[in-house]
């Protein structure tokens, strides 16, 4: 099943929340390069479906890679 542009658009939307949410609540910064590149915001509606499944995507690896090595230096520092 694929999704359609206005359901990328609006997982998009969410996600973008999910990140301004995190880095509130974290006070870490999600490193977006990729996702800058892409040049294509949540409300980029004129953007293809294409662009924005890869916003999606490079938005998501965002998110989970800062998460990631947070989770990665937690455990680290209750080792020691």
């Given at each position: 099943?694929?999704?359609?542009?206005?359901?990328?658009?609006?997982?998009?939307?969410?996600?973008?929340?999910?990140?301004?949410?995190?880095?509130?609540?974290?006070?870490?910064?999600?490193?977006?390069?990729?996702?800058?590149?892409?040049?294509?915001?949540?409300?980029?509606?004129?953007?293809?479906?294409?662009?924005?499944?890869?916003?999606?995507?490079?938005?998501?690896?965002?998110?989970t890679?800062?998460?990631?090595?947070?989770?990665?230096?937690?455990?680290?520092?209750?080792?020691?």
């Amino acid at each position: 099943m694929t999704m359609k542009k206005q359901e990328l658009i609006h997982l998009h939307g969410l996600l973008a929340q999910v990140q301004n949410h995190y880095e509130e609540e974290t006070g870490n910064t999600v490193e977006h390069d990729e996702y800058t590149s892409l040049g294509v915001q949540p409300t980029s509606i004129h953007k293809s479906k294409t662009d924005h499944k890869a916003a999606v995507f490079a938005i998501a690896r965002g998110i989970t890679s800062e998460m990631e090595s947070e989770e990665t230096e937690r455990v680290s520092a209750a080792a020691d």
